[in-house]
């Protein structure tokens, strides 16, 4: 198995990179979408969430409500600390799981692996095989952010203030992708990347 690790801070352009992976047939594993399931109506894992923070993180109707969750966890980082310390083990495992289900069913020459927080977290190292960064400025970033979601600049500010820096993500990455420009241009970058990843997994098979 060959492990591409893809990751960025918000709004940088991960899931627009992640997309055009997709789309030339690379499977692609996603921890942000994996802990969206485990976090779904019904899931064994509501009712744990609601004994930790209590009953208001959980909407009326049973389900999760992320953004009381997240407001509640960036004012405070020891209860941060405490969901990561629930979630992200679970998350892992199904990570693993789907890595491994793609590599027997489609034998594919990489996968790319979404990890947002992947410089929070040690966890994956000893699986990922090349680190991708998709890097855009931070304005852009915010900007960016703010038109895909309901978050006020002041929200999308205090996420990336809670995420690893700009900085520790390029020093940390193998690969680095800047998507200042177009999304055709991210595109093309995002294939050019796989073209020279696809000589280099032969290369090594
Ligand atoms: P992330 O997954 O890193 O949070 P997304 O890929 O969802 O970021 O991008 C954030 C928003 O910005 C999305 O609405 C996306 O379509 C848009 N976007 C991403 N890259 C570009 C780009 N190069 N040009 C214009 N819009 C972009």
Known sequence: MYIVALTGGIG??????????ARLNVPVV???VIAHELTAAGSPMLPELA?????????????LN???LRTHVLDNPAERARLEQLLHPAIYDRAMQHLRDNDRKLQPQYQVLVIPLLFENNRYRSVIDTILVIDCDEDMQVSRAMARSQLTE???RAIMA??????IRLIGADEIIENNGSIMELIEKVNKFHNKLIKTCLVSK
């Not at 940088?12 to 992976?21: I, L, P, T």
């Not at 809670?162 to 900085?167: I, K, L």
């Open 66 to 68: 992320r953004a009381a």
């Open 30 to 32: 996603d921890t942000d």
């Open 162 to 167: 809670a995420q690893t820096s700009r900085t």
């Open 154 to 156: 002041q929200e999308v």
């Open 12 to 21: 940088s352009g991960k899931s627009e990179a992640a997309r055009q992976f």
């Open 51 to 63: 004994q930790m923070f209590g009953a208001g993180i959980l909407n009326a109707d049973g389900s």
